[in-house]
């Protein structure tokens, strides 16, 4: 069975200074804009420290966790359409007030508005786990350990300092990146199932089967059918 799923937040979102939130998963697709306060959100599609006016896109059952800054932060929270796939993970909301304004009346349009009118920013690349998520998203079938010999790290550095930044280890990261990859091509292509496992680097489609269920709670054939 799949991992539980944590709550999406709804609108307005208040986090006391210094909070600190676990790794966990949303069912749903959804954007967060940062009014006041600072924060780090590491993910499975990197590392973003963000300020008041950036935006972080989620997309269904990406896993994050976060760190907050030293005063508190207030952060408004949009729903996406379910299948919604980010051109990027984060960015830079140009009309935060008009996106505040409109989320009054209608969520959906504040949504919209927030997508026309951002510019997209790439993930933070301080560290080796950060070109780590980032050689993943590229290849979801890297050899880890290949990997971490060419950078001159031992398995014990590698899962150490991968927990330590993304709150996981590597390999489960790489079966969340590859099962997240074929779940949105199973909602938004009409390829067969045979065809994406192959495509996303699993063994075969009974592999597939497995991590996808292990990530959404459903089978790839009870999501095709449902699409």
């Not at 729903?79 to 505040?100: D, I, K, M, N, Y």
């Amino acid at each position: 069975m799949h991992a539980h799923l944590a709550d999406i937040p709804q609108g307005l979102q208040r986090v006391t200074a210094g909070a600190t939130h676990a790794r966990h998963r949303h069912a749903g697709a959804y954007a967060a804009l940062v009014l006041c306060g600072t924060y780090e959100e590491a993910g499975a599609r990197g590392r973003f420290r963000v300020r008041p006016g950036d935006v972080l896109f989620h997309a269904a059952f990406d896993s994050h966790g976060d760190r907050f800054g030293a005063a508190d932060a207030r952060i408004l929270n949009l729903p996406l359409p379910p299948s919604w796939s980010a051109p990027s993970a984060g960015g830079r909301c140009g009309s935060v007030a008009r996106v505040v304004r409109l989320a009054a009346q209608c969520p959906r349009d504040a949504a919209e508005a927030l997508l026309d009118d951002f510019e997209p920013a790439a993930p933070v690349a301080a560290d080796w786990p950060d070109l780590l998520v980032a050689d993943l998203q590229r290849d979801p079938s890297l050899a880890l350990a290949t990997w971490a010999v060419r950078r001159g790290l031992s398995h014990e550095t590698l899962s150490r300092g991968l927990r330590r930044v993304y709150g996981t280890a590597p390999a489960k990261l790489r079966r969340e990146i590859r099962a997240q990859k074929a779940w949105q091509l199973l909602a938004t292509t009409t390829l067969g199932l045979a065809q994406i496992a192959l495509t996303c680097g699993f063994a075969d489609q009974a592999h597939m089967t497995r991590e996808v269920v292990q990530l959404t709670g459903r089978t790839p054939g009870a999501w095709r059918y449902r699409a």
